[in-house]
């Protein structure tokens, strides 16, 4: 069996619980340390088992396959997402280390996309042919607000990026949109709450067995992303006011993404059972902990103009 705490590794990522709490320079994995550990954490995503899976789907009411499938409908369009926009991202490596890891990254999110294929076919039956038409037709599950993140911002900062992949002030725009906002609030987040509705329903062996890894290979970004922000907006205040400013805009959006069709976003929702106040609370902590890391706190909402 699975356990939560698989999800939190023992090295890496300082949002994760293990280690949050640490004075403001933590001592952070280095590009060339990530690059080692992702040489070790390999998986095979076209090897899993998922002849539970299949009867565990088969076998939950109709309400609740609506329900987990629009959730994971958000993580395989994402994967598809960040595994395309990520180029910019390898075209502005700064030295041979960096250049490394993020070679790796590109791949893993490949790997998401294809474990999330494999899954939406052999469990959830989705029977178009070809993989566009399967995107397709998972894309019609996606709120307005997955479009704004992830069709227009990501978007946009990997054009910026693509553009010069010198300009640092558009990788970090890039890095806080991807690595932060992306991966660090939204996707380890959903990540928790997925793996937590599987496990106390002793449910999908096969899925949770694949999201662990996933997860694993998150942290593991999410290591690096904040170990480049540390190095650059920790140590400059024009770039911490960057870094700070994309937050801001985009974390009201990254809220959008997870409230489910006919809920209110401004209101209480739920996921799978869990209330929006506890999910919203288990993505800002590991935020705030790896703003600590980084050195450059959440700027205060700014009060609207009257
Ligand atoms: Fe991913
Ligand atoms: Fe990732």
Do not use: C
Not at 33 to 59: T, V
Not at 176 to 194: D, K, N, P, R, S
């Amino acid at each position: 069996m699975v356990t939560l705490g698989a999800l939190v590794p023992e090295q890496g990522d300082p949002g994760a619980a293990a280690n949050g709490d640490q004075a403001s320079k933590l001592k952070l994995q280095t590009p060339q340390e990530l690059y080692e550990l992702w040489e070790r954490q390999h998986w095979r995503s076209q090897e899993i088992d998922f002849s539970q899976d299949k009867q565990d789907f088969a076998n939950l009411s109709d309400e609740a396959k609506d329900s987990l499938v629009w959730v994971l409908s958000t993580f395989f369009i994402g994967e598809e997402r960040v595994t395309t926009q990520f180029s910019g991202l390898v075209m502005a490596y700064e030295d041979e280390h960096e250049e490394s890891f993020l070679a790796t990254q590109q791949v893993d999110e490949a790997r998401h996309m294809q474990f999330f294929d494999r899954f939406y076919r052999e469990v959830i039956g989705i029977d178009d042919p070809d993989f566009e038409g399967r995107l397709s037709r998972v894309r019609e599950e996606l709120n307005e607000a997955f479009g704004k993140l992830f069709d227009e911002a990501l978007v946009d900062a990997g054009k910026r990026l693509i553009a010069d992949p010198s300009d640092r002030g558009a990788k970090i725009d890039f890095i806080t949109t991807y690595h932060m906002v992306i991966e660090g609030a939204l996707a380890l987040t959903g990540q928790y709450f997925v793996t937590r509705f599987m496990e106390e329903n002793e449910i999908f062996p096969g899925f949770v067995e694949g999201f662990e890894h996933v997860a694993r290979d998150e942290h593991r970004h999410v290591a690096y992303g904040t170990w480049y922000l540390q190095q650059t907006a920790g140590e400059d205040d024009a770039l911490a006011e960057r870094m700070q400013q994309k937050l801001q805009e985009l974390l009201p959006v990254a809220a959008g993404v997870l409230v489910p069709p006919g809920q209110d976003p401004t209101g209480e929702w739920e996921i799978l059972g869990y209330p929006s106040s506890e999910i919203t609370e288990f993505g800002f902590k590991s935020l705030s902990r790896r703003l600590k890391a980084i050195g450059v706190p959440l700027r205060a909402p700014q009060p609207a103009a009257a």
